[in-house]
């Protein structure tokens, strides 16, 4: 078998724009969007969800009149608020913060449920036919390649098998076709809390999912095919099973993300580690590798060597990102203004 000499590191930007004149409805939210898209098309306006909106409503100190609130303004840095809800539930001697915590809990455990939401319908409607993600996924064909993504759908991996092709995770038994490592976790893998897990009143799912931010238990990771994505939706993970299922997925929590959480993280993160030790050329598409994201940076930093050459398809950014984290590796510029995804396909593969 030949060796794995390039390694994509896919962001959110290229599930965003992965075919060409998508819709608003077709194209999954980017960050500092993530509220707004859930807003503008109903789900966060959901009776499990309401808790959570009143919650953002009164962080940003937004008048909570339903009538009175555009959605464009729940465009915030989620990395950076979450961050700061997350330390809120961390245990405090002040006795007035207690019903504080318990809400940060309550919204945080919420927002898991809610980003599995959000991203499964994005991946039940999404379309391999005409995808980038398929061009990119044919290209394996000719040289081998791992995948990075810090994405929770699984249009790449929907993409694979439209190919013809297989894909694995870390933590699959049979690790057969295109490795990828899913750094922020993914909707396809849960955390089984078992059914002797004191998860609150039957039907409760705000005190149901408050344990979800504190639980670092894993009885089992049970892996969703595409068809049991397209059935189990939210309240099925958290109210209709007979044990509470936490979807394996971080959410953007800045520098708090603990990924200590869940195995499965730290699998990902040494199977990324393995994947960029020996490669040739990486290629970043759709993500601006932010600073907060420290680990990510850090893993950057110490394993692509100097030799190593960078192509980088992230729309303006892709000049800042080659200086700030790669400022000694050969550059592969794609003759593209501001080059994207598309570019990358159209031009490189």
């Not at 961050?83 to 318990?102: F, G, H, R, V």
């Not at 922020?184 to 409760?204: Q, R, V």
């Not at 959410?251 to 020996?278: C, F, H, V």
């Amino acid at each position: 078998m030949d060796r794995i000499s390039k390694c994509y590191l896919i962001g959110a930007g290229a599930s965003h724009g992965h075919s060409p004149d998508l819709s608003s409805e077709e194209a999954p939210p980017m960050r500092c969007g993530l509220f707004v898209d859930g807003y503008s098309n109903g789900l966060l306006r959901e009776s499990q969800f309401e808790f959570l909106l009143e919650y953002i409503l009164e962080e940003l100190d937004i008048p909570e009149d339903p009538d009175a609130i555009e959605a464009d303004q729940l465009c915030f840095d989620e990395e950076e608020f979450f961050n700061e809800i997350y330390q809120k539930t961390i245990p405090s001697s002040d006795a007035d913060s207690a019903t504080t915590d318990l809400d940060a809990s309550r919204a945080i455990g919420s927002s898991f449920y809610y980003f599995y939401e959000l991203f499964r319908r994005y991946s039940n409607i999404f379309s391999p036919q005409g995808s980038y993600y398929t061009d990119l996924a044919l290209h394996n064909y000719d040289t081998r390649f791992g995948v990075i993504s810090l994405n929770y759908d699984v249009m790449l991996e929907k993409s694979i098998c439209y190919t013809g092709q297989q894909y694995h995770y870390p933590s699959d038994q049979h690790q057969n076709g295109i490795p990828i490592a899913k750094l922020h976790g993914t909707i396809n893998l849960l955390n089984d809390f078992g059914a002797g897990y004191n998860t609150g009143n039957e039907g409760d799912f705000l005190n149901r999912v408050r344990h979800i931010v504190s639980n670092t238990e894993l009885r089992r990771n049970i892996p969703l095919n595409f068809e049991q994505l397209h059935e189990i939706d939210y309240e099925d993970l958290a109210l209709n099973f007979d044990s509470l299922h936490e979807p394996a997925l971080m959410p953007p929590l800045g520098s708090a993300k603990d990924y200590r959480k869940n195995i499965i993280y730290s699998e990902n993160w040494k199977a990324a580690e393995q994947l960029l030790e020996d490669i040739e050329e990486l290629v970043v598409i759709g993500t601006s590798i932010a600073d907060d994201d420290m680990l990510l940076v850090d893993l950057l930093e110490s394993t692509i060597d100097s030799d190593v050459t960078v192509t980088i398809a992230a729309g303006g950014n892709s000049d800042e990102i080659r200086n700030r984290v790669f400022p000694n590796n050969q550059y592969e510029p794609i003759d593209a203004e501001g080059p994207y995804f598309s570019d990358y396909v159209n031009r490189r593969l």
